[in-house]
Structures are given as C-alpha cells and as structure tokens.
C-alpha cells in the first residue's frame, strides 16, 4: 500500500472551464481514492516498509517575517528566531564604594533561514556586535564562535575586570522568560535552545541577584548564567553571583542545525483497531497513533562537516524494526490520514519566508515573498492478508 503527500492536492474544471483544487497542508492531510477502498480485502496487519522524507525545514523559524500565502495558521509556538540581550554595566566607584550598574536591554531576531555552525554563530555575533556599537561598548568585548572540534557555539567576555574607580566593566546574558503562560519555555522552540544553552539554562535557571533590583521578585530581577569579565572578583559590594552564574566562556552542548531532532508521522485512522496505544515522553503533549518516528539524520554514523539539517537534504528509511499496526478482516481501507508533528508536540509549522541574503540582493521586503511550503513525501506499507486456509502449524513429527 504507496502513499505519498503529493496526492493530497486534486485540482478539476468545472463547466465554465475555471480551474477548481483541492489544497492540504503537507503536515495534515486524509486521502481515499474514487471508485473503490486503497486496500480492497481482509487483512490482519498494516507495518511501516519505507520513507523518502525531503527535510525543508529550516533551522530558524522566524513566524514575525511575514509572507503571503502561507496557506495554513502560523503557530506562534514555532517560532525561534527571538533573543533578548541584557547588558549591564557595573561601574567602579573605589574600595568599598557601591558601584554605579546601568542596564541596557537589547530585543532582536534572526532571519528565518538554514543556518550551519559558522553561520549561526556570525549572526549571534552580529546581534553583539549592534549592541557593542549602539551602547559604546569596546567592539570585541562579546564574541560568538563556533569551535569545530567540538561542534559547539562558544560565547566569551573577553574583557577583564577592572576596579579602578570610574571604569566600566560590560556583562551580558541572553535570557529567556520562564514565568510567561503556565508551561516554562524549555519544552517549546527557543533561539536559546538552538543556540544549545537548554541544558545549561535549565541546570542553572533565573536566580534573584539583591544587587541588581529590590525585592519584591519579578523576572525581569531574575538573572540567568551572565558573561562576566574575566578575574571578576564576585565579591560585595559588587554583584555576587551563585556558583556557576558569572562564566566568562560558555561552551553550548554541540549545535545541531535542525529546527527539530526528529518528526513523528501519525495516523489515526490506520491504528483504529489498536489495542494499545502509543506513547511518547513528551512533557507537554502526548501524541497517539504514531506510525513513524523519522530522525533528521543519516545512516552513516561518520562525522559530518556540517549537521545534518543545516541544510535541505533527502532522508530514506526502510525499516529493519517497523511498526505493525493491528488491523481488522471485517473491514477494507478506504482513507489514509497523516499528521506530522516535531519534538515539541506541535504540528510541523508553516515556513514563513527563508531566502538567503545572495538571492535577496535587492533587499525586498518579507512581506512581499511568496514561499512556497515543503517537498512531497512518500510511505510505503506492507498488508498482511487474512488466511483462513492455512493449516496450523503442529511442529515436527515423526
């Protein structure tokens, strides 16, 4: 039994000769064939052969850009492409004087787009650099590198430390708001988690520094790991910050290019006859009726010079432990529906508009992109035939 997305979209004319289709969005879709059932006759199994899975997702997913003709609801939830930048500037007063801090915080998002280690790591230093030059920050103070031995983003204070009265020492912390909605924003996609500071955000999560605000607590008073300069003295009157919340380097865990480490492929109608349902950790949702999980990887467990993901490619699977789904002889197939969800819970989203600054010379505005949404993929299902004729089966005798 061959499926694909492609067959999703049907188009007709009608008597006037106007051209009438039928649109669904690739990542939710049901078809059934005209005449008759896809599968005609009893059986007992439906299993999962093969996928070919065109990966069209970009890293960033920048739901704010715009675009016409998206087609299907952006989902807020999707969107990683936002940062906020504090940076503070504790200022030195002499021995034993409390210092002067100013706070500047700097708002922003990255283009929605494919993005490898370098990549991603230019366009994090961009955003450090703009805030450098618009707060009268000596330019370098703040880097954003992508180390390619160990596949990771690395963000450094390169500034050292001064308590000569009068001199300005620059901190910066990329922060998130984990007091937004009734869910903490680890479990949804974050420009922070793309950068990979999850595991680092949620080991050391927002704290109360008394020097940088009074009680009561709010999160805007609430401090996650900040890039100290280098020799800070973490001592009063200045800030001290908990073990582990002053670094001057911050090695993220290894960047992964993929705006989702994996998509589960879901049908309801085809695990219907289901005993038992399926089930995933997921901390916020827990989807069912899932036929396929596809991993945003290749086969050949060698190291790659850019993620996988990073960039476009083509993923196919034949696999070697399928899912067998239980399957009724009372009853024939006569419709296929498929949802595609990624590692969040949610629906895979509408691009918005992904174009690469070389293709957008001209610098035409988002709104005015047309994009065009992700290539067809394909499945193949292996039925298994109910056999009332069989004998059984008695094992050797004599």
Sequence with gaps: MA????????????????????????????????????????????????????????TIMNTESGGIGLGQSQN?????????????????????????????????????????????????????TAAETAEGITAGTFTATFDTTTGSIVLRNNST???????????????????????????????????????IYARYPPVYIPTFGDAPVTPDETRSPVLAPKNYPNVSPFPVFPTGYAPTIIVCSPYTGCYTQYIDVCSPSLCQAQYVRDGNTNQKVIRRDLIARVYIASDNSVPLTNPAGSRPFL????????KVMKWTAERS???????????????????????????????VDLDAILQSQPSDYAITFLVDEHDETTEHNYGYTA
Excluded: C
């Excluded at 000569?164 to 988690?193: H, I, K, R």
């Design 3 to 58: 499926t694909s997305s492609f067959d999703r979209l049907s188009g007709t004319r009608d008597l006037s000769g106007n051209v009438i289709t039928q649109w669904q969005p690739y990542s939710n879709f049901r078809v059934q064939t005209l005449g008759g059932n896809i599968i005609q006759g009893q059986i007992n199994k439906i299993r999962v052969a093969e996928i070919m899975f065109p990966y069209n997702l970009p």
């Design 76 to 128: 807020e939830n999707s969107d990683n492409s936002f940062v906020e930048l504090v940076l503070y500037n504790v200022t030195a007063q002499g021995p034993g004087v409390a210092p002067i801090i100013t706070t500047a915080i700097v708002n922003t998002t990255i283009d929605s787009g494919y993005y490898t280690g370098t990549e991603f790591a230019t366009a994090i230093q961009s955003i450090y």
């Design 161 to 199: 430390w001064s308590d000569v009265s009068g001199t300005a020492n620059w901190f910066a912390e990329f922060t998130y708001d984990p007091a937004t909605g009734s869910q903490v924003s680890l479990n949804q996609p974050n420009l922070l988690w793309t950068m990979g500071l999850r595991d």
């Design 315 to 322: 993923i196919h699977r034949q696999f070697k432990n399928a």
């Design 333 to 363: 197939i006569d419709n296929i529906d498929l949802v595609l969800y990624d590692q969040f819970g949610n629906q895979l989203p509408a691009i918005p508009p992904t174009l690469a600054s070389a293709e957008n010379p001209n610098s």
